[in-house]
């Protein structure tokens, strides 16, 4: 078993992201995403269920670094994921091949800003972000 926990410094980091394009008057738009230091727990376990095949799997929780009332300034950078599992097993495949898959899903979360807030006008900017990605990798040991 594994217990990892982390803190990021976003405040530091993303409090306030420049826009670059031809506008008239700038070349440049500073967004205010205003994150907040965020911390992250890591749980994991892996299990050995014979001499060719392994199983794992994870869960992590994180803080959220966006408040609602910076909905509107983050609906391009979503980031609001909390909860995500992860599973994923490695099979020997013999001659020092191995075959390994990997599952992750992160749960929806939804923050919502107050209404007329721009560039939104008077709807109510919201974000949701969930996640889902598989991964198989093919691997040889020397």
């Known amino acids: 078993m594994s217990v990892e926990g982390q803190w ?20 440049v738009v500073p967004l205010g995403l205003h994150w907040h230091n965020q911390f992250v ?3 994991g376990t892996q299990y050995d269920i014979n001499n060719w095949l392994q199983v794992r799997a994870g869960y992590t929780w994180s803080s959220n670094p966006i408040d609602n009332k910076d909905a509107a300034a983050n609906t391009i950078f ?5 909860n ?22 992160a749960f929806a979360n939804t923050i919502t800003g107050p209404a ?13 972000l969930a996640e889902n990605s598989f991964g198989l990798q093919v691997g040889y040991d020397f």
């Open 8 to 27: 990021i410094n976003w405040h530091n980091t993303l409090n306030t992201f420049n826009i670059y394009g031809p506008w008239q008057g700038t070349n």
């Open 41 to 43: 727990a890591n749980f």
């Open 78 to 82: 979503p980031a609001v994921v909390q």
């Open 84 to 105: 995500t599992i992860t599973f994923g097993s490695t099979q020997k495949l013999g001659m020092g091949w191995k075959l390994t898959e990997a599952y992750m899903h």
């Open 116 to 128: 007329g807030t721009a560039p939104f006008g008077m709807e109510t900017p919201t974000s949701t």
